[in-house]
């Protein structure tokens, strides 16, 4: 007796795009991109770089705060890397965040600011052990010839960022640190790069995982 086989054939389409928690890399080839968001300004996408113009209504709107790039990613461990050109800008902040911030490199530029609140402070890096709150503004650190973003005005400057258990090695331009916190070992799910004031010009980004 002859018996029939039916064989069920199922179409998987190809993966296209990265899902998370795989590495990232955005050519800024257009406005659509998996894991990238960008908001809180008119964003343009052209020539492998985004760009914008801080916009003084919506940096009120949005309870002074400027436009801002984010990427979804599982970054606990790995290396962020990318060129930016600020031009005058007031400040341009890059933060991993998880639950709430967990480490964050802050440039300022004291001469330049929306408002005279924003001409005070220094560039710095602030690290959070705990999640962050009201009450847990992290530790701050502001290691020997970290630069102010005045002497980054107008030029293509590279940013590197690599955790490794519990360090971080920093390098922007010819600036390079060492940061040793727990904050580091801390789950981090999401890459940010925001700045106030001024025209913002990014690049190359890329995040690997380690």
């Given at each position: 007796?002859l018996?029939l ?5 199922v179409s ?8 998370f928690?795989?590495?990232v890399i955005d050519a800024?080839?257009?406005s659509d991109?998996?894991?990238r968001e960008a908001e ?7 020539d492998?770089m985004?760009s914008?113009?801080a916009?003084p209504e919506?940096?009120k709107?949005y309870?002074?705060h400027?436009p801002?790039?984010?990427w979804?990613?599982?970054c606990?461990q790995?290396i ?9 800008c007031?400040?341009?902040?890059f933060?991993?965040?998880g639950?709430?911030h967990?480490?964050r ?6 001469e330049?600011?929306m408002t005279?609140f924003?001409k005070?402070g220094?560039?710095?890096m602030i ?10 503004k ?6 020997k010839?970290?630069p ?5 005005n107008?030029t293509?400057t590279?940013?590197r ?11 922007i331009?010819?600036?390079?640190t ?8 801390r789950?981090?799910k999401?890459i940010?790069?925001?700045?106030a004031?001024?025209r913002?010009q ?9």
């Amino acid at each position: 007796m002859l018996r029939l086989v039916m064989t069920c054939v199922v179409s998987i389409p190809f993966l296209t795009t990265p899902l998370f928690g795989m590495d990232v890399i955005d050519a800024f080839a257009s406005s659509d991109h998996s894991q990238r968001e960008a908001e809180r300004g008119d964003w343009q996408f052209h020539d492998g770089m985004a760009s914008v113009v801080a916009d003084p209504e919506l940096y009120k709107k949005y309870a002074n705060h400027g436009p801002i790039l984010k990427w979804t990613v599982d970054c606990s461990q790995g290396i962020t890397s990318f060129d930016m050109h600020p031009s005058e800008c007031q400040r341009v902040v890059f933060t991993l965040n998880g639950d709430g911030h967990v480490f964050r490199i802050s440039l300022i530029d004291p001469e330049k600011g929306m408002t005279p609140f924003q001409k005070k402070g220094k560039s710095r890096m602030i690290a959070w052990a705990e999640k962050s709150s009201k009450d847990n503004k992290g530790d701050s650190f502001q290691p020997k010839g970290f630069p102010m973003l005045g002497t980054l005005n107008n030029t293509w400057t590279t940013v590197r960022v690599s955790l490794q258990g519990e360090t971080a090695m920093i390098t922007i331009g010819d600036f390079q640190t060492e940061l040793t916190h727990p904050a580091m070992k801390r789950e981090k799910k999401q890459i940010t790069l925001s700045f106030a004031s001024g025209r913002f010009q990014v690049r190359n980004f890329a995040y690997h995982a380690k």
